[in-house]
């Protein structure tokens, strides 16, 4: 199995990486993309490593953290889109990302919100990687914009996807994957109703880890070893077995971040 966005590199896995990188293993999780939250996130990737455990770096800024800046560039701002293209063209950064739209934490700073998700999309087509999105109550702008942007170019993949089939529907017209984390085995989310009806080779696993762990973890610091709990769930809503959602997932996510090219 691919964990295709996880924040392992987070403080909150601080002491007890080893064991959790373990169960990562044991579980049967080959390989963690790592999508980044800031510029510092990049350096603290760097310093993972397991035996049995591939990991893979994503550059961008959260949209929560549009503030943040980038040898004095600000997200959102002239300048940060020169930079981010000569971090994002690295070989060895997959994808560009986390970026997107979060109105839920904070609605003070949409316009520059906006504006950095522009930037992050115009160096993915730029180099030709995938865009890697968050969206929180931000579903009709977020989808807009990605087809406002689309010319043929931009692909990449809706993080914890919870939207309804239409928007399902919309976002992969617009080329984008759906990655299905924690929320799919939450009782009254729904999000296992939406996936049942979309296409099996469009779905990624994913656990965000730390955040939103499955059930019957809910609650708890999630990590990708629980990931093993989403897979199942999706086995159940898809009819298929859980092989079968393991390999079908996994070559997507192969396919999508091209990690067979990737440096």
């Known amino acids: 199995m691919i ?69 004095g560039k600000l997200a959102g701002q002239d300048g940060f889109e020169d930079k981010l293209h000569k971090l994002a063209a690295s070989p060895d950064i997959i994808a560009v990302g986390e970026t997107g739209l979060d109105y839920y934490w904070s609605d003070e700073h949409v316009s520059a919100q906006r504006r950095s998700f522009r930037q992050h999309c115009s160096v993915a087509k730029a180099l030709n990687k995938p865009v890697v999105i968050h969206n929180r109550n931000s579903t009709a702008d977020m989808l807009d914009i990605i087809e406002d942007e689309q010319d043929g170019r931009l692909y990449g993949v809706w993080h914890c996807f919870n939207g309804t089939p239409e928007e399902g529907r919309r976002a992969l017209d617009s080329g984008l994957y759906l990655g299905i984390g ?17 296409p099996l080779d469009k779905l990624l696993l994913e656990t965000d880890a730390p955040y939103l762990a499955p059930v019957p973890k809910r609650g708890k610091r999630n990590e990708p070893s629980y990931m093993r709990y989403t897979a199942r769930k999706l086995a159940g809503v898809k009819n298929a077995g859980f092989d079968d959602i393991d390999r079908i997932t996994t070559n997507n996510a192969q396919t999508l971040f091209r990690l067979d090219e990737a440096g």
């Open 182 to 198: 924690g929320v799919i085995t939450f009782k009254n989310a729904g999000v296992d109703r939406v996936v049942a009806d979309l």
């Open 3 to 71: 964990d295709t966005h996880s924040h392992i590199y987070l403080p909150q896995f601080r002491d007890d990486l080893k064991d959790v990188l373990d169960r990562a293993s044991e579980s049967g999780v080959k390989s963690i993309l790592m999508p980044a939250i800031d510029f510092d996130s990049l350096a603290r990737m760097d310093e993972l490593s397991h035996p049995r455990i591939e990991f893979r770096k994503m550059a961008g800024i959260h949209p929560c953290d549009v503030g943040k800046s980038l040898s």
